[in-house]
């Protein structure tokens, strides 16, 4: 049997194909523009590969899924998972969402795809969480049931923004001004990082400058701004307190990933910042939190492993 999995972006539509759980190959990748749907894309890559045709496809893509019909949020292919599946001649369509399938790809990780940031090991048989900071704050569980991971998705980055220390209630008090609510994502994100170093640039009476997420993060790193190092401190720190806040809320023993594009730009220095301190700052329950294992996932195509996870256990 040929399986095809499919990451699609905004942007981008990676395809590959799976051998199994935590196995691709043939990664190819294809811009969304240039195809009128998912389908046309596929039967271009198997065009390219000279592959067989796939008895088995699963998409992970950057919308809600629910029901037959598949609306994109950030691009304007709208398509019926049943008709793709009839003009694929295929055995089984699965369409997942993205970050789901990249929650389904962490019970699977090998050690080289992720490094461990504090903590005992994992209990297996436990639950999961999963966080990830890019665009905006993606957020699942996975845990075991039977002999499958089964994902829990969630939109737990939208819950309310929580502070812990009296910079962070003069950051919120900044953008709840500005934007009414003020959601975890606001903060633990790409545009958090930028809305963080603007909040800061106020209370201290500073001049703001236009600086993309990207620009604050280089200028912390690089030394070259005291202002952009203490939002990348402040952003750290949150990271921290939310990842705790997941930890606890299903007793996540099986371990905390971080996944996004954002965090593994500088692991070494979320390691030696307070991410972990505030991690396990939860009162009463710091011992439990400080035998939680926290995850950063380096593999870069965790969401075509999620795909070719989600095919392995459903078929």
């Not at 051998?19 to 811009?31: L, T």
């Not at 829990?152 to 009414?180: M, Q, R, S, W, Y």
């Not at 952003?235 to 930890?247: E, M, R, V, Y």
Request: with cysteine; proline share 4%.
């Amino acid at each position: 049997m040929t399986r095809l999995v499919a990451d699609i972006g905004g942007t981008n539509m990676r395809i590959a194909q799976t051998d199994g759980i935590n196995s691709i190959r043939d990664i190819k990748k294809y811009k969304v523009t240039d195809f009128a749907s998912p389908v046309d894309t596929i039967k271009a890559y198997i065009k390219d590969t000279g592959c067989a045709q796939p008895t088995h496809v699963c998409m992970a893509i950057a919308c809600p899924v629910a029901g037959d019909q598949i609306t994109m949020t950030n691009h304007s292919w709208s398509f019926s998972i049943r008709q793709s599946q009839q003009e694929l001649a295929v055995e089984a369509l699965y369409v997942i969402n993205d970050f789901t399938a990249v929650a389904l790809s962490v019970p699977f990780l090998a050690d080289e795809q992720k490094i461990q940031v504090g903590g005992e090991q994992p209990q297996l048989d436990k639950p999961i969480a999963v966080y990830g900071a890019g665009t905006g704050l993606g957020v699942a569980h996975v845990v075991p049931f039977a002999d499958k991971w089964v994902p829990l998705p969630g939109e737990g980055g939208h819950v309310d923004f929580a502070t812990n220390t009296d910079i962070e209630a003069k950051i919120l008090a900044f953008l709840a001004d500005e934007l009414g609510h003020v959601s975890a994502e606001r903060i633990i994100s790409g545009q958090g990082i930028a809305n963080i170093y603007r909040a800061l640039a106020h209370i201290n009476d500073a001049e703001v400058k236009s600086l993309e997420p990207a620009e604050v993060t280089e200028r912390a790193l690089a030394g070259q701004c005291a202002l952009c190092k203490q939002a990348l401190d402040v952003f750290c720190d949150t990271l921290g307190s939310f990842g705790g806040n997941l930890a606890l809320n299903l007793l996540t023993q099986g371990g905390v990933y971080i996944a996004g594009g954002i965090v593994p730009r500088f692991i070494d220095y979320v390691v030696q910042s307070g991410f972990r301190n505030r991690f396990d700052a939860k009162g009463r329950f710091e011992k439990l939190n400080k035998s939680i294992p926290v995850y950063i996932v380096t593999e870069e195509q965790p969401g075509l492993l999620g795909a070719a996870a989600y095919i392995a256990q459903n078929t």
